[in-house]
């Protein structure tokens, strides 16, 4: 193991800490300890001893969770997971979130978190388009759009993923990460329900229905309002931001916004209100630095401040770490919900935390 590599590992060690320590009085599972995972990139291999091939053109009952598989090149089996079943790729996703040291900030979290909230994100209250039921970010164009540069990271993560549980559909699979990232990443308890199915190109929805990270509130506005969002569940969405990094080769912006990118706390507003931001002065799109030059805040971030309707949100979620929590389990699973047609007996999953 490289110098380099142990001063990461140590570094994030101590960043983690530190970031438990600004609310320790909050009731909070033990950090994830080590151990090294492997992962490939490549395609997955076709496994010798499972014995179930998928149907790709396999109807999930209208979402009702049932799957039917081929057995042997026999007899068609229906397959109806059960709590376990998902609790199983729960794991999974959880096991291998660290698996890849020089990823980022040696966590998939984040971006699997992205992943769920922009597949979430395009939904059209109006027109009951888009929305996390369909997984269309799987084809051209929607995969290319501007706002979901870098998310292919994440898309290929779950692939082996999808491999091992070929019974869950791409849409349930990637929310049902993003739940997982945000509970080991040290997060609020969210609760989750499956029955997404998935969708072909011909569903993919126009570009621009994600935000824009260099405009200003009056476009934050039209586009959560869209989804049927209000100013408090804007701010309490944006919290998400104390996670992962932005990159010049994806978004153009760079830098984390928090000190602990794999933690989910209240440090985003809290940082937002107490630093002096200023412009970057930089060849890149404007963004705004804090006077270490290590963290950064975009338009949309320093707008929530200037705004009158949404500052005291801020203001709010930086005193109390309890009521972000609340708020953010709410509205981040009205996300991720939004234009799934569950039916009516659909039982809600809380999953088990791993790092409990």
Sequence with gaps: MSAATVSRQFARAALRTSARNTFATYSRQAFRQGGRRFYSSEQPKKSSTSPLV?????????????????????????????KADYQKVYNEVASRLEENEDYDDGSYGPVLVRLAWHASG???????????????????????????????????????????????????????AGVCAIQ??????????????????AACTPDGRLPDAAQGTN?????FYRMGFN??????LAG??????????????????????TVLTNDYYTLLLDEKWHIRKWDGPQQYQDKTKGLMMLPADYALIQDRAMK???????KDNDLFFKDFAAVVTKLFELGVPFKPDTETIVFKRTNA
């Design 54 to 82: 998928y149907v790709a053109g396999a109807a999930v009952a209208a979402g009702a969770g049932y799957y039917l598989f081929t057995q042997g090149g026999a007899s068609t089996k229906v397959f109806k997971p059960t």
């Design 122 to 176: 395009t939904y059209d209250k109006v027109t009951g388009t888009g929305g996390s039921n369909g997984a269309t970010m799987r084809f051209s164009p929607e995969g290319a759009h501007g706002a979901n540069a870098g998310l292919k990271h994440a898309r290929d993560f779950l692939e082996p993923v999808k491999a091992k549980f070929p019974w869950i559909s791409y849409s349930d699979l990637w929310i049902l």
């Design 184 to 201: 080991e990443m040290q997060g609020p308890t969210i609760p989750y329900r499956p029955g997404r199915s998935d969708k072909d190109a």
């Design 219 to 223: 476009h934050l506005r039209d586009i």
């Design 231 to 236: 100013d408090q569940e804007i701010v309490a």
């Design 240 to 261: 998400a931001h104390a996670l992962g990094r932005c990159h010049t080769d994806r978004s153009g912006f760079d830098g984390p916004w928090t000190f602990s990118p």
């Design 312 to 318: 005291p949100w801020v203001e709010k979620y930086a």
